[in-house]
């Protein structure tokens, strides 16, 4: 045995037990292993050594490794696989990644396992906010497909949530070492790409364009028998109009997508934000018929706090945590959200709606949109503290963010931060209230 090959007696990677083999390249293979220190899954991704001894493509490879070997520990969100270590063994280094079970999107390409509309809109949603948070980290991935999307499903095989993944052509913008250019797949890659052209964001907005193009159309924008044909459609050939090539797709989907292709990259959107928004506008005007996914969605919860005053000082990937972990309700007008003398175990964050807040029979309050109730009693430091001192009653049909203890120990520190940011911002606004209304109990009557 040399390196770090699988020992045969052992079935050992490094210090991971290998599981199973997921799939292999022609440079490299993808086992799931087990993390017995960590105890969770993982998987490792090994480099052949027969590719890194080649005298014209050995040192390209070499750098795709230490590429993605350069990001261990420093993309976290939820929907960016994560890279956990690397290990540059002189003969077959490897990386270990998360292991996320499921398919990559390169299975639902075929016009016969095409995604749901919605979903495939919802997923582009996603893919954007995720390489959004890429790009703020100084880095362009330049390999966007649908090959290095991972969808997560549910038991019953619908998808739940998607992950980029694969960064080994990843161009760090601020990197002082010499990096590989012109990489990528071609069918996804931008005309600037081809290039080899300075890029920025726009170029990955275009290939993640082609990747909704292709999961809208079950075929790429553009197709042809040799490489050369395929760049002179890339370069100057429009992608036909997406209306009408399957139900739903009206021009309104095909004009977002098409946007995303356009070949001059000012054309395109500025930004991954722009992107994003335009994707989540299409379900927010219902310019795309909801199928079976007849919910709220990711998206537009994701949307809904962005816009609330509460969670102004929360990044993406703190709002993404919220989407996930908290408990979402909606409750009727004369709902009490709390009684006076329970117990409190929860707080509510008002998405949507009003409620009044009474103390002894008398309204002191009508609180909406973007504040929060129940916080008081929830961050009290004993029992008999957390008992509510007022009723609090909906007036307007509410939707409600709320937590409990348990769900809150689930979010990263960060976000358990932005919480108690956000709940002295509220509580300092009432006391101020409460100051004025001393102060001036005429002008506020």
């Not at 071609?186 to 290939?207: F, K």
């Not at 722009?274 to 310019?287: E, P, T």
């Not at 009044?356 to 002191?364: A, D, I, S």
Request: net charge neutral; charged share 20%.
């Amino acid at each position: 045995m040399t390196g770090i090959d699988i020992d045969l007696d052992t079935g050992m990677i490094g210090k991971y037990r290998v599981l199973k083999k997921l799939g292999e390249g022609a440079t490299s293979e993808v086992f799931l292993c087990r993390d017995d220190f960590n105890n969770r899954d993982v998987a490792v991704k090994r480099v052949r050594a027969a590719a890194l001894i080649d005298a014209v493509d050995g040192p390209v490879f070499a750098r795709f490794f230490a590429a993605e070997a350069a990001l261990v520990g420093r993309l976290l969100h939820p929907n960016v696989v994560q890279i956990l270590d690397a290990v540059p063994d002189p003969v077959s280094p490897y990386l270990v990644m998360e292991f996320v079970p499921g398919n990559t999107l390169r299975a639902y390409c075929r016009p016969d396992q095409l995604l749901p509309l919605e979903l495939i809109i919802e997923i582009g949603f996603k893919c954007a906010m995720a390489l959004g948070y890429v790009y703020r980290q100084g880095l362009i991935h330049r390999d966007v497909k649908p090959a290095n999307i991972m969808a997560i499903t549910n038991a019953t095989g619908v998808i739940t949530d998607v992950k980029v993944t694969d960064f080994g052509s990843v161009l760090n913008m601020s990197a002082d070492a010499t990096q590989v250019h012109q990489v990528g797949s071609l069918a996804y890659m931008a005309p600037e790409q081809l290039d080899g052209h300075t890029l920025d964001c726009r170029a990955d907005i275009y290939s993640l364009g082609a990747v909704l193009y292709h999961l809208v159309a079950g075929k790429p924008p553009f197709e042809a028998p040799s490489q050369a044909v395929l760049m002179n459609q890339i370069y100057n050939q429009e992608p036909a109009s997406l209306s009408g090539m399957r139900s739903g797709v009206n021009e309104s989907v095909s004009t977002v997508i098409l946007k995303a292709l356009a070949k001059n990259a000012d054309d395109r959107y500025p930004n991954w934000d722009a992107f994003a928004q335009a994707l989540s506008g299409l379900i927010s005007d219902h310019k795309v018929p909801r199928g079976h996914l007849q919910g709220v969605l990711d998206s537009e919860r994701f949307n809904l706090l962005r816009a609330l005053d509460f969670f102004s000082s929360f990044g993406d990937v703190e709002l993404w945590e919220v989407v996930h972990r908290a408990k979402w309700q909606r409750f009727p007008f004369g709902h009490a959200l709390y009684r006076r003398g329970e117990e409190g175990r929860s707080f509510h964050i008002i998405a949507q709606g009003s409620v009044e807040v009474y103390r002894t029979g008398k309204r002191v309050a009508l609180l909406g949109a973007g504040t929060s109730v129940g916080e008081m009693a929830y961050l009290a430091p004993s029992p008999e503290l957390r008992r509510h001192s007022t009723d609090v009653v909906v007036t307007e049909a509410v939707t409600t963010i709320s937590f409990t203890p348990e769900s809150m120990q689930q979010l990263s520190p960060n976000g358990r931060h932005l919480f108690d940011e956000a709940f002295i911002r509220v509580l300092v606004r009432r006391l101020h209230a409460a100051h004025e209304a001393l102060a001036h109990p005429r002008r506020i009557l």
